[in-house]
């Protein structure tokens, strides 16, 4: 595999295909890149050339993301444990024993579940705006959390206007000072995939579990506490979702913990990929192997 090649491939976890891009040596240390809402692998296309040139990287699609299988709401149940159990038969179907993980939006509540099961195998964190502390929730959630309160259908419909593609682009757009900084493809291909039939249902079910990574922050936090895991911040300062604090808030458990905070909106790869990926790579170089 010649480093700096991408692989766009599938393997099939529990009867369901897993799409994933590979790139870097195959005999480099390993980093798992997890994606957000409402995005894909697609979004680290810039970010896996950097990291390629020693590191074996990973990055899969969520179920019910990208080109992974999306089964229908109705059939399957979309809630962060469940993805999680497919990124874990990932990783144990590839054999990776050690590695990073880089964790964004979504991706965070399943990489920091990943970690506590698997504390063995996680040599360090990257998180860009990927939250696990109470301080890091804007007021952009209370839409979300009066859904956890209340899960009416009213609360529900009043939800599906964050799938529209005038709320996509608003998240790849809000805070950041060069708009034209911004690859249109980014958006419009997340869109592509929040317009297949039934999606939004999907994404609404997600937008209800998401009260269970909040419940889970305790478990985190232990964790982080008990491991001392080696863990780089690398955030957006405007993003409308994830404050700045909640990239801060990483020290309380960790106070060797690496904070670095960048001008720019949710989707910081998308303006500041070269300084995150330069961060990225020093961070990188400090871990076990």
Do not use: C
Request: charged share 20%; proline share 6%; hydrophobic share 40%.
């Amino acid at each position: 595999m010649k480093k700096n090649q991408v692989h766009y491939q599938k393997l099939q976890v529990d009867g369901l295909n897993v799409f994933y891009r590979e790139a870097g040596p195959v005999d480099g240390p390993v980093v798992l890149l997890l994606h957000g809402y409402p995005t894909s692998s697609h979004m680290y296309r810039n970010l896996i050339p950097i990291l390629a040139e020693n590191y074996h990287v990973f990055a899969p699609d969520l179920i019910g993301f990208g080109n992974s299988d999306a089964p229908h709401y109705k059939s399957f149940e979309y809630t962060f444990d469940n993805l999680t159990k497919y990124v874990q038969g990932f990783i144990d179907q590839l054999g990776l024993k050690r590695f990073a993980v880089q964790v964004f939006d979504y991706g965070a509540p399943v990489g920091f579940r990943l970690a506590v099961a698997n504390p063995e195998k996680v040599t360090g964190i990257i998180t860009q705006n990927g939250n696990a502390y109470v301080e890091g929730l804007s007021d952009g959630w209370n839409p979300i959390q009066k859904y956890w309160a209340d899960p009416s259908e009213q609360n529900r419909n009043d939800l599906r206007v964050l799938s529209t593609a005038e709320s996509t682009q608003w998240q790849y757009f809000t805070g950041v000072s060069d708009k034209s900084l911004v690859a249109p493809e980014s958006y419009l291909l997340d869109q592509f995939f929040l317009d297949r039939s039934d999606n939004e249902e999907i994404q609404l079910d997600l937008f209800k579990d998401y009260a269970s990574n909040v419940a889970l922050y305790p478990t985190f936090h232990h964790y982080f506490r008990d491991s001392q895991v080696p863990l780089l911040a690398v955030w957006g300062d405007k993003d409308p979702f994830f404050l700045p604090a909640g990239a801060e808030a990483f020290i309380k458990d960790l106070p060797n913990a690496i904070v670095k905070l960048y001008d720019t909106g949710h989707f910081a790869l998308e303006t500041h990929v070269d300084e995150i990926g330069e961060a990225i790579l020093k961070f990188l170089e400090t871990l076990p192997r």
